[in-house]
């Protein structure tokens, strides 16, 4: 009896094992989960709403800083994603805040905010994931009308909700290196569910 009993509890160590190590897995390369604290992503992310990131759309980075996969490709404009702001960068790895914004200006680009438009090497943005918003200057990075040039595996990232929102026009472009991945879905609370335009 006593035989039986230690080959139970042997299979329910295994098995508690096996999916331990498949979450710290998925976790790690394939997606993760994080819950919207504030406002400056409304009306397209409310507070409380618990959404899916993907790791995988960007590659994700290895752990012990050993590197990043490939990707599947770059982050584009329009696309939401979730990142390491600048002022968090030095902190320990287990106490950084993720943030999320929505990329606007791209590696290389002219970006000048203007009377509530986005304008990218002189041409106003017309795609309606940005246009739809109105942007406000302020910030050390977007007072006035100036030109912001953004350095080469940079984004310049803004929230949709300008107003009430601590993003690039306020630390400046973020590093390719600290994206953490697209937020693809809202899938919690119920009423909420859908895919992160």
């Known amino acids: ?6 080959g139970v509890v042997r299979e329910w160590a295994e098995s508690i ?9 998925l976790r790690t390369f394939f997606f993760q989960i994080y819950k919207i604290p504030t406002n400056s992503m409304l009306p397209t992310l409310s507070p409380g709403d618990k959404i899916f990131v993907s790791k995988l759309s960007y590659g994700a980075k290895m752990p012990f800083g050993l590197g990043r996969l490939p990707g599947l490709k770059e982050p584009q404009r329009g696309e939401v994603i979730v990142f390491i702001p600048p002022e968090e960068v030095d902190e320990p790895w287990y106490s950084r805040k993720p943030f999320i914004k929505r990329v606007v200006g791209l590696p290389g680009e002219s970006l ?10 002189e041409e106003e943005v017309v795609k309606p994931e940005i246009a739809s918003f109105y942007y406000y200057n302020q910030g050390e990075y977007a007072s006035g009308t100036k030109e912001i040039e953004i350095p080469e595996g940079q984004y310049f990232l803004l929230g949709d909700n300008s107003i009430s929102s601590q993003d690039s026009r306020f630390w400046g472009p973020v590093n390719g290196e600290h994206v953490i991945g697209r937020a693809i879905f809202i899938w919690w609370p119920p009423r909420r569910i859908g895919m992160i335009e």
Do not use: F, P, T
Request: no cysteine; charged share 30%.
């Open 112 to 121: 000048r905010i203007e009377r509530g438009n986005i304008y990218i090497d």
């Open 17 to 25: 094992l096996i999916a331990l190590v498949l979450v710290v897995l």
């Open 1 to 6: 009896m006593k035989k039986k009993s230690k």
